[in-house]
């Protein structure tokens, strides 16, 4: 393997509180107004406090060389009056610099496992519909039957 260089491998674990600043920061950087200006969430430091202090199982992160360069944040949600239990995968992000290196795969398919490890029997993930990369990771990763949704908003 001459003239290449080995680049470590990318582990996914589960977030841990001294990770929550570089995982904000990371967040910032990818989900700002101007890249996602319809997203009924808003980026902000309570997105990952609240998730790892309610559902820290469903928050991993992929680390690089001890940086943080993606994150999955997700969560559970139980329906009354349904055997079902539902996943959500909140927040998927990868570093801009490693995107399309299959970090994002890595991490979806260990939130995989944690789901099903946790009795989930649906997952669902939602995006905006023109933010085709995403659109087609989620294919890729099985996602199907995809529902238009309205979203209104109404500036005050």
């Known amino acids: 393997m001459e ?4 680049r470590a491998p990318i ?5 841990e509180i001294d990770d929550i600043a570089q995982v904000f920061h990371l967040g910032e ?15 902000d430091e309570y ?16 680390v690089l060389e001890e940086m ?15 055997a079902w239990k539902y996943g959500h995968l909140i927040w998927l992000g990868v570093d801009p610099m490693l995107q399309r290196q299959g970090i994002a795969e890595k991490l979806f398919k260990r939130f995989k496992e944690v789901m099903l490890k946790n009795d989930v029997r649906m997952l669902v993930v939602d995006t905006e519909a023109d933010n085709l990369p995403a ?15 309205i979203y209104l908003n109404m500036n005050l």
Do not use: M
């Open 29 to 43: 950087r990818l989900f700002t107004a101007e890249n996602s200006p319809n997203t009924y969430r808003t980026w």
């Open 3 to 6: 003239g290449k260089s080995k």
């Open 68 to 82: 943080i360069v993606g994150f999955a944040l997700g969560t559970t949600i139980t329906k009354t009056h349904s």
């Open 135 to 149: 659109l087609h990771l989620f294919r890729r990763l099985g996602f199907g039957n995809p529902q238009p949704h």
């Open 47 to 62: 997105e990952v406090i609240e998730l790892f202090y309610g559902d820290v199982e469903f928050c991993l992160v992929a």
């Open 11 to 15: 582990k996914i674990r589960e977030l």
